[in-house]
């Protein structure tokens, strides 16, 4: 029709004019970021957030370690060298830890040996090992150790018999192999070990008892010891 003007829809003729296109590039942002690629949000291009505090950061490594379970001054110290901790910064909040008592090795040893000793039966040999391996120092460790007293390891170790002896298959000769060795591994003397065997064995049966008495466990445990000493297994603690 004259004088209409327009687009012609389903409906009839759309008369208003045409939106104007908005121009590309005039840094608006479309779906989160801007036409020039940066964040719609972001400041200048190029903006880094500031380097953290080298020691804010030690203190948060060591915070985490110490949530799964009580550290060595060794430990943490070895932590934060490998997440590039200076050794200066290291030691000031090592330092500063161990003045407010969140850290202290002392009592770290004496609760690790009085836990390892009723959870696993570790005995002193096998604790010593353990505690060196944490950084402990030897003189802290010893006074740990100490409150460990042999009656007390040697009636672990026969209670550790008697466990074992419970599901145990086999010859008793065989079976006194197995345990001794057991016993050993956890860190008890030859003469220890070898003596809660024999007792337990001889316990059980005429057959094992029998041949529990032809062993001479004074003999055999200095037979042990010097093997021990030899191939590092019975060292001392």
Known sequence: ??????????RGWDASPPRPRRPRGDGRATGGRATDGRPADSGPAGDDPPPRDEAEVAREICLRQLAVRPRTRAELATALARRGISEEIADTVLDRYGEVGMIDDAAFARAWVSSRHAGRGLARRALANELRQRGVDREVATEALGELDESTEAETA????????????????????????????????????????????????????????????????????????????????
Request: proline share 4%; no cysteine; charged share 30%.
């Open 1 to 10: 029709m004259p004088g209409r003007r327009g687009a012609r829809t389903g």
């Open 158 to 237: 026969r209670a550790l018999v008697a466990r074992k002896l419970r599901t145990a298959r086999g010859e008793p000769d065989a079976i006194f192999r197995r345990l001794v060795g057991m016993l050993a591994r956890r860190g008890y003397p030859p003469q220890v070990a070898i003596r809660a065997v024999q007792d337990g064995l001889a316990a059980q049966s005429a057959e094992a008892a029998e041949l529990m008495d032809q062993i001479d466990a004074d003999a055999l445990a200095d037979a042990e010891s010097g093997e021990g000493d030899r191939d590092g297994r019975y060292g001392s603690s």
